[in-house]
């Protein structure tokens, strides 16, 4: 894989991916930046995020039980001195009309096996699921 | 730090970070995404690019050695099974009017001491410089 992150002004880059959907950063404005697009550690649990969004709503497809709603909330710790690295992280899998046995195992399986961005990790990731009616 | 990534459709997710800056990510057409928006696994090398990058272009103002551009070139290696972590990243730190030295230590620096996102990741990680006239 390759990308390249080009430095616009101040602390703002511009990211581009193999896919070519070039992606804004910017620091905030207590770090010297102007707060005008996501900070790439941000970035980083939102990729976690997706990556095992997309396993869940592909496997939870397989299962013949896809959600009308789906949606997971990311809890990350961090370490408070430099380097500020992300250390724990939670994530609660949310999924209306699933059974909860299903959006459990999904969420396994890609824990488990599937999700590259977990597995890229160093941080501690642990799960919780909620199955709405 | 929190963050909520919601499903929208297909594969595609929208991700709300902290900041409140929303970011998308969507599957490629082979995975069964549309390919509207950048992969998950992608998003994670260019948070490891801003995130050193927003370093070095700071610390290169502490120098006084400010650059009149500043890119970095990201290549990356995954493993082939599932799951297909990042393995192997390596930076080339590429700047025009900065002594060589000055963009080597500041990208040390960088590595070693404050990037968050690097010191989050499990993979090996590897740079070289490149100071342009």
Not at 71 to 95: D, F, G
Not at 108 to 127: D, G, K, P, W
Request: with cysteine.
């Amino acid at each position: 894989m390759e990308a390249k992150v080009i430095w616009h002004e101040g602390l703002r880059f511009v990211g581009y991916p193999h896919s070519g959907h070039a992606v804004l950063m910017d620091g905030s404005r207590e770090a010297g930046g102007e707060d005008s697009a996501p900070r790439p550690t941000e970035l980083l649990l939102l990729a976690l995020g997706g990556c095992t969004g997309m396993d869940v709503v592909s496997i939870l497809q397989k299962m013949r039980t896809p959600p009308r709603r789906f949606w997971i909330e990311i809890s990350a710790e961090r370490n408070e001195q430099h380097p500020k690295a992300v250390k724990r992280v939670h994530l609660t899998y949310v999924a209306e009309g699933v059974p909860e046995e299903n959006l459990r195992r999904a969420a396994e399986l890609s824990q488990e096996r599937y999700c590259s961005v977990a597995h890229s990790l160093a941080a501690e990731i642990s799960f919780s699921v909620r199955a709405l009616p």
